[in-house]
């Protein structure tokens, strides 16, 4: 069995998750959302591509309907004993067989949750959802009822969250080691993405980030791959990932001497780095966070190169994203938590010049305030050529 958390976790979060309901009078829930079968569960997959839900009623019970692939790695990796498979054939109706499940708990008639916000639930699958479901019971959305509770870890999640971000600075390590004039991308990405599998360590929800050049400008992963130049600079953003918890990290490093404008961006981006970092204590709102950094940004003259949001929440997650939300961006009122695990990535692209420049960490937000999981200094070169604090 590949189960990471004891009974008592799972049944916390599980009580969690029904009193919740009962408070907004829910009958049950259908989970579409692969992170929240996970967090209940322990359920570990990527057959979410497919159609799949986890019932979860106010009265404590769960059954999986899912396809065969899935059954094993559903007996595996979770704790669920009530297990369904619809078969893949011609005119098949998973949500027909949904709808079937749901009757076995007593559900016509009430009022059901339902997560849709969510890559587990295609619009053509939603539709037949609401097909299936019609007149059988009235749907409401619910797609923030388990992910409001995930946000805040618990120590056992925080341990997990703790050897990703030890596996990120690993991956770091790896980074600085290779990178000089010559280097090829694509060795770069193999060392990095092979420390956190030494380390023991799995996939990330999306491709590390990892390009040179003109490209050092991108904030997405692209296909291709180059070798470095005498004088180049490098975009790294990437996390270490264990027990699917994740701790991210970015940076860019510039190889050969660097330029005044790059040293002044870098210094910039920890500037504001270190004003969100201050700004991250239980209480403060999302949208200051996001404020401190562009504040800063913005006064040293960089207003047409930075986003419009610094940051999100992370946890466990899948593909297509490690993203969590909420994100830091101007406005947001979600508040600073005790127990929150968050990434703020301080971000310049300067498409006039051709100049990157980028600075991420991950914090645990304790009752005094955060915690930089990384002891990676801020470098701008490899090999601690110009760090800042």
Known sequence: MAIHFTKDEFDRRRDAVVNALKGRGLFGILLFKQESMYYLTGYDTFGFCF????????????????????LRQAQH???????????????????????????????????????????????????RVERAFDRFCTLEDASDLVSALRR?????????VRRAAELADDALAEAERLAAPGAFEGDILAAMQGAVFRGGGEYPGNPFILSSGPDALLCRDKAGRRRLAERDQLTLEFAGAYCRYHAALMRTLVIGPASDAHKAMHRACSDALNACRDTLHPGRRFGEVFDAHARVLD???????RLNACGYSLGATFAPSWMDGPMFYTGNPQTVEPGMVLF????????????????????????????????????LAPGGGEAVA
Not at 99 to 126: C, K, P, S, Y
Not at 299 to 305: L, M, N, P
Not at 349 to 372: F, K, Q, R, V, W
């Open 299 to 305: 006064e040293a003259g960089y207003r047409k190169h």
């Open 77 to 127: 990796t979770s704790i669920i004993d009530d297990i369904r498979i619809w078969v893949d054939e011609a005119g098949a109706d998973p949500a027909g067989a949904l709808r079937d499940v749901v009757t076995g708990h007593g559900g016509a008639g009430t009022l059901i949750g339902v997560e849709r916000e969510t890559q587990g639930l295609t619009a053509a699958n939603w539709l």
């Open 344 to 379: 703020v990535h301080i971000i310049l692209a300067n498409s006039d010049d051709g100049l990157a420049m980028t600075l991420g960490e991950t914090y645990a937000i304790g009752d005094d305030g955060p915690e930089c999981l990384s002891k990676a200094p801020r470098n």
């Open 51 to 70: 159609f799949q839900c986890l019932w979860l009623g106010s009265d404590g019970r769960m059954t999986l309907l899912t396809r065969a692939p899935d």
């Open 152 to 160: 805040v870890k618990s120590e056992d999640e925080l341990a997990h």
